[in-house]
């Protein structure tokens, strides 16, 4: 199960990734493949992917030729985050938005909640989750941010050589590090 707030996370070949990830944990060494057992990859996304209003869209294979389900076992169901109804999807939907435990449907959610938010060691448990998220945000964005400067660094040196109009497009290509075409865009002015 992935819980997905932007609509680019639930592009479908992601649950088919995920759907393989699964049969691969899921099959030892000297198994028959009808020993896989049925499974389920459940995306729940913030707001209605598919745009019907339908709590649920089942995904399921068929046989195109006959028409009938493929049955493979392999299962994928989008759930609408944002849908309202009085239905158990519609509470539960209602319970993932909520941030009062108190207006929970669920107990189970509840108590998870009141745990998270007013249990001092719940609390602690909390912090730390989000204090590592934040340094996983930190880190990636410290990479991303090497990648562009360097990525800047070899633009400027190629700049640079072409400046002087010492040196042939392969040495630039090969001090630089830069692609012959962005290091020949460069010469024509179209590149950075």
Do not use: W
Not at 32 to 43: A, V
Not at 98 to 117: G, P, Q, S, W
Not at 157 to 186: F, Q
């Amino acid at each position: 199960m992935e819980i997905q707030r932007e609509d680019k996370g639930a592009d479908p070949h992601r649950a088919r990734f995920h759907s393989s990830v699964m049969d691969i944990e899921n099959l030892d060494a000297g198994q028959e493949f009808d020993q896989l057992p049925d499974t389920y990859t459940i995306f729940i996304i913030e707001k209605d992917f598919y745009g019907k209003g339908e709590p649920i869209y089942p995904i399921e294979r068929m046989n195109l030729a006959t028409g009938k389900p493929f049955e493979d076992g392999e299962h994928i169901l989008y759930v609408n985050g944002a849908y309202q109804g009085d239905s158990d999807i519609g509470k539960l939907m209602h319970d993932f938005r909520c941030t009062d435990a108190a207006d929970m449907n669920f107990e189970i959610l509840a108590d998870r909640t009141r745990y998270l938010k007013e249990n001092p060691k719940g609390v602690s448990e909390m912090c730390k989750v989000i204090e590592e998220m934040r340094k996983e945000e930190r880190e990636e964005g410290m990479k991303e941010g090497i990648k562009k400067g360097m990525k800047e660094g070899m633009i400027a040196v190629a700049l640079r050589m072409l400046e002087t109009g010492k040196y042939a497009l392969e040495e630039i290509v090969t001090i630089s590090g830069l692609p012959l075409d962005e290091v020949k865009n460069l010469q024509t002015g179209q590149g950075a």
